[in-house]
């Protein structure tokens, strides 16, 4: 098996959450990221501080792979936990891309870069699993959409269970 195929069956969670992280944050994008490594899952990120780098973290203490998609035209401005950086150039507007990468994408906390992930992942069909995120409300009523966790490991099952049962769903070519 050549490093194409072994990299391409393997599941991809994105983690998502704040560019600037309390301490308290910190801890839970570590334990999560280090959840997703453990299972042998390709961590998904925008690449840079906050949140980004405590799940980048967690998945290199593990010895899990790290994918940065960056906003920015630098490969230099990723995390030093980031394996493979790629650079955009698209600002916000990256966004979109970290959530098309994933199988499944974990919202760890979070402001309002956080909240167009979780829209994107709605409108593309990428099962969102919330820790201590957004809550949406449609009519006066909480929209059930992002699957809520109660911890790291919670999440990260959630999120593995949802991109597998998304993958076996998904076209061939997937």
Not at 15 to 33: A, D, F, M, T
Not at 98 to 126: K, M, N, P, W
Request: charged content about 20%.
């Amino acid at each position: 098996m050549n490093k194409r195929e072994l990299l391409a069956g393997r599941l991809r969670i994105g983690v998502i959450g704040p560019h600037h992280c309390s301490r308290e944050e910190y801890e839970l994008g570590l334990q999560v990221g280090e959840n997703i490594a453990r299972t042998g899952a390709i961590l998904i990120c925008g690449g840079l501080g906050g949140m980004m780098e405590a799940a980048a973290e967690g998945a290199k203490h593990a010895g899990g792979l790290t994918v940065g998609i960056l906003p920015t035209d630098r490969f230099a401005d990723a995390n030093p936990h980031i394996d493979i950086a790629l650079p955009t150039a698209l600002g916000p507007f990256r966004n979109m891309l970290v959530v098309q990468a994933s199988h499944a994408v974990i919202a760890v906390r979070g402001g309002y870069g956080t909240l167009t992930e979780l829209a994107f992942a709605l409108r593309l069909g990428v099962p969102a699993v919330g820790l201590a995120t957004w809550r949406l409300m449609r009519d006066d009523v909480e929209d059930q959409s992002i699957h809520r966790a109660t911890d790291p490991d919670e999440a990260v099952q959630l999120a593995l269970d949802l991109a597998r049962h998304r993958r076996a769903q998904a076209p061939a070519s997937e």
